[in-house]
């Protein structure tokens, strides 16, 4: 970015636990030039897991403290006093509750707001949730910019009345380096789990949440198992376990000894590594997902539904189904295992050359890096270098 303005960047975000929004912004601010733009971090919760790594890696990282779902205008205040220390040239929120409070400590400064989801179904939502998603229709207006990472996020929410000054469209980034083909890795999560070298292992990554859809993905797993008895399921994510009386009730009919649940993992690279074919089952809210993004940067190829962006990220490097249909997934996980291995690593081996294309972190990086920096021109009194 050629400038000579340091520029300070304030995130608000609503909490710092495992999530895509919350990975997203941690290859963010990891990978900026921190010569021109200084990012500190402000988590409306607790620090969380990426909160702490955050702070081991140099950055400013504070909490408000707030609960979830508790309106407290301590929290403004605090942000208020973090702000006034700080002295922002910009405010980027995160999410929609971060949305709304950003306003608060923006005065004077530009707020750009970042949305991260599409079609919601907000009737499995608390009424707090779903104030926050038509407020934020509301105040739509009063930001710089709404950053988006998808085209379905930004048709779902203008069809909600969200009507800002500009919408920016800046895709998630993958770091290709972290997230690569690894046959040691591979080798190790499978003797881990004693999943046979040659078995077909199809995987599933993602947090216990109703728009994820385990229902649909247990349906059509309990399908494949019956027709091929060699296939293993491995799920990850957060509320997945052994223990989960849902998961218990929603896996009948698979065998144990092919069912590997592991719950929330910080080594997401190697059980990618470890899998055939990652699936995304997701029936709603999907906006840009990162686990599909991931996968495809391992060399893994995918079975998405065809919901937010996902038909768009894998494009012909995978299969894309219809969203409720376990049937529709089983066909497609039986045609990637009559496909062969051979089949699967050449489509694999075009998913991450995709990613490299079109959704580096390198593309993702520079364009909030140039997005910041017009903003950027709206602040008075800068510090040059």
């Known amino acids: 970015m050629n400038t000579t303005r340091h520029i300070r960047v304030m995130h608000l975000i609503s909490g710092l636990n495992t999530g895509g929004a919350e990975r997203t912004l941690f290859r963010l601010v990891t990978s900026m030039d921190k010569t021109r733009i200084q990012n500190v971090i402000v988590s409306m919760k607790s620090l969380g897991t990426l909160g702490e790594d955050l702070k081991k890696q140099g950055f400013s990282v504070m909490k408000l403290g707030m609960q979830k779902g508790i309106p407290d205008p301590r929290g403004i205040v605090r942000l208020l006093g973090i702000a006034s220390i700080f002295r922002p040239d910009i405010v980027q929120c995160w999410m929609y509750h971060a949305n709304l409070l950003g306003l608060f400590a923006g005065f004077r400064k530009p707020v750009l707001w970042n949305i991260r989801c599409s079609n919601m179904d907000l009737s499995r939502y608390d009424i707090m949730y779903r104030i926050s998603v038509r407020a934020g229709a509301w105040t739509s207006k009063l930001p710089y910019c709404i950053v988006v990472n998808s085209k379905s996020g930004k048709t779902w929410h203008e069809g909600l009345g969200y009507s800002p000054r500009r919408w920016e469209l800046i895709p998630n980034g993958f770091d290709t380096n972290t997230f690569r083909p690894d046959n040691k890795a591979r080798a190790r999560v499978r003797e881990m789990l004693k999943i046979p070298d040659n078995a077909f292992v199809i995987g599933h990554v993602a947090r216990l949440d109703p728009m994820k859809d385990y229902v649909t993905f247990f ?80 060399g ?60 580096s972190i390198s593309k993702m990086v520079s364009s909030y890096e140039k997005l910041y920096l017009e903003a950027s021109k709206l602040t008075k009194g800068q510090k040059k270098i």
């Open 219 to 298: 349906k059509a797993a309990l399908m494949m198992s019956k027709a091929q008895h060699d296939i293993h399921f491995v799920l990850a994510g957060k509320g997945i376990s052994d223990n989960s009386p849902y998961i218990g009730q929603i896996s009948g009919g698979i065998p144990k000894n092919r069912l590997h649940l592991l719950d929330e993992r910080n080594d997401i690279p190697d059980i990618l590594n470890a899998l055939d074919v990652c699936t995304l089952a997701s029936s709603y809210g999907e906006g840009m997902p990162n686990i599909i993004g991931e996968a495809m940067s391992c």
């Open 300 to 359: 893994i190829p995918c079975v998405v539904t065809d919901t937010g962006d996902s038909a768009f990220m894998v494009e012909s490097t995978g299969l894309v189904v219809p969203a409720r249909s376990p049937n529709a997934m089983y066909q497609a996980w039986r045609k990637l295992f009559v496909g062969g291995s051979k089949s699967c690593k050449e489509m694999g081996i075009r998913a991450r050359e995709r990613v490299m294309k079109h959704f």
